[in-house]
């Protein structure tokens, strides 16, 4: 069966990825997302697989943006989040000591990018900020609302989180497992839902130190990953990070299976093999 898949937040850090490991699989391949063609193109250059990619321009939230691509989509990926919610320029202005400790984190994971670039909505829309509940859940019923109209589809891919971020909202997780329960409430199409910790790559080199101080963690506390994970921290020093590249492959993979599933870390490192 020849396939056709639509990759929300496909210029972002992790949705460029699934977009070339599904071209390198010779599927037709779409990226929604707000700016279309990712802006690096213009000044470092397309890369080869780009050529194959529709880079189509619209947002999660209106319907009718892209309405015109959905038409024969088998697959969907859903890339598009947020783990900041709140604006860390003010935050790490905040003279009381709480404040700025987590003005620092939000900085921080400002610049390892945990913030996608790809996501396809216009932060207008919700009042000047985006939040968790309006990128992260929000984001995705309305398209599988949408896709779920559509004869041809087939698999709903969410691009999920595990539990490992310490000093982050709640609601970040709690938002990721709203968008989960409702896909998996849609009789339509399967849905597959994917758990990564720490994502990194070498197209955002700052993500590196940290990757690899958490794979030497995760290195030393193997051992004892049972004992440790429950302490505080515990789970971030014993979930070892993701290449996006591995993430992706895995995303494929799913789809190519198609079974009603939740991939963890674990389970993404084995399917990506």
Partial sequence: MSRKLLVVGGSGFLGQSVCRAAVNKG????????????????????????????????????????????????????????????????????????????????????????TDRGNPLDPQKSKGMPTYELINRDTAISLAKQVAQEPSMKTFAYISASDVFPLINPRYI????????????RPEFNTIVLRPGFMYSENRSISLPLATALQCANAMTQPFAKEIASLPLGKSLTTPPLHIDTVAQATIHGLEIGSQQIYDVQDILALSK
Avoid at 177 to 183: D, F, P, Q, S, T
Wanted: with cysteine; net charge negative; aromatic share 8%.
């Fill in 27 to 114: 599927w037709q391949t779409i990226s929604l997302s707000r700016h279309g063609e990712p802006v690096q193109f213009s000044h470092q250059g397309k890369p080869h697989w780009a050529d194959e990619v529709e880079w189509a321009q619209g947002d999660s939230l209106e319907p009718a943006s892209y309405k015109d691509v959905l038409k024969g989509v088998t697959d969907v990926v859903h890339t598009v989040g947020i783990i900041l919610e709140s604006d860390y320029k003010k935050a790490v202005n905040d003279p009381s000591v709480f404040g700025a400790l987590c003005g620092a984190g939000k900085v921080m994971g400002e610049l390892v990018g945990m």
């Fill in 174 to 185: 709690t938002s990721k497992r709203e968008a989960e329960k409702y896909l998996f409430s």
